[in-house]
């Protein structure tokens, strides 16, 4: 069952006040501090733990938890529920442009996942929107990136769009969305150039690629591995560029997860799909209330 770990950490305050009829304001206070422990153990950076370990308090201390007959699980409920909701409630749709052709572009740091997760959006937004997708190959400053796509394409029959490196990325995408108008392919995925670190220059390129045609979604690719540090990329990207969602890719890992928590309570945007896998089939949508039961363990 969900939430095992966090009514297992508030066994030791329920144990130690049962007969006492009803929980003092203290014994929620040490229960918030069992959530704290088990955010921070989930990776959840440390500002968004206090932020949201206050406002559970709030609501615990301001309900009927006190009361109640069973505290505990009130108080694992209130947890999750709030959770949940910081993490955006109901699932994320793909926005879809009304005249095609719907521009996706990818943005995100090397070795996130950006090259594999467009392939593998592709291939769910094909199968289960019905869409046409066409890849487009505009990180030219890793050549492999080219070739991986072109592997990637070839493995899901989908075309790919590619120049080579000596065309510029703005360029490559403005005749990547022409071409996506004559070939009537309805969605252009655009891997855009990553780099080892945020810098001026990418973000001038993406903006210019940006400039184009208004993307109908700008995806940030961020690894969950990577934490604390996932939090500070989606900050500079939400600020710099401007993103309308993130995929959260390698959570088929051992993380726990924290790090939809930050991303999201800090850039404000749905986290709209999960990546499983390196297979081009491990992309799935994002459950807040999935993700919630595993942060906490
Ligand atoms: P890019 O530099 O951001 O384009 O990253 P790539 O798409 O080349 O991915 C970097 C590595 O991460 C590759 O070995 C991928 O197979 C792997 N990868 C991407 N997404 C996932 C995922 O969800 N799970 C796992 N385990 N590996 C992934």
Do not use: C, W
């Amino acid at each position: 069952m969900a939430f095992e770990g966090l009514a297992e950490r508030l066994q030791g305050t329920l144990q130690r006040v049962k007969g006492k009829g009803k929980l003092s304001e203290a014994d929620v206070k040490e229960m918030m501090r069992e959530v704290r422990f088990a955010l921070i153990e989930a990776d959840v950076n440390l500002k968004v733990v206090k932020g949201f370990v206050k406002k559970v308090s709030e609501r615990a201390i301001g309900q009927d938890v006190m009361n109640s007959l069973t505290p505990g699980q009130q108080v694992v409920k209130i947890v999750k529920d709030e959770l949940t909701e910081l993490m955006g409630g109901e699932q994320s749709k793909v926005e879809f442009a009304a005249k095609s052709p719907t521009v996706i572009m990818m943005v995100g740091l090397q070795g996130a996942g950006k090259t594999t997760t467009t392939g593998k959006l592709a291939n769910v937004l094909r199968k289960k929107n019905n869409r046409k997708p066409l890849l487009v190959a505009a990180d030219i400053y890793r050549p492999a990136a080219i070739k991986q796509l072109e592997t990637i394409g070839k493995q899901l029959s989908l075309p790919v769009f590619s120049k080579g490196t000596d065309v510029s990325p703005v360029e490559i995408a403005r005749q990547a969305i022409e071409h996506a108008k004559e070939e009537h392919l309805d969605t252009v995925i655009i891997d855009t150039a990553g780099r080892l670190h945020v810098d001026e220059e990418l973000m001038q390129e993406l903006k210019d690629i940006r400039a184009l045609k208004e993307p109908d979604e700008v995806f940030l690719v961020v690894d969950a591995m990577t934490g604390q540090d996932a939090v500070n990329v989606a900050q500079s990207f939400n600020e710099l560029l401007g993103i309308s969602g993130v995929i959260l890719t390698k959570l088929d890992g051992d993380t726990r997860g924290g790090a939809a928590l930050s991303v999201r309570s800090v850039t404000e945007k749905p986290i709209k799909f999960v990546g499983m896998g390196e297979k081009l089939d491990a992309l799935e949508a994002f459950y807040p209330e999935r993700m919630a039961s595993r942060i906490l363990g």
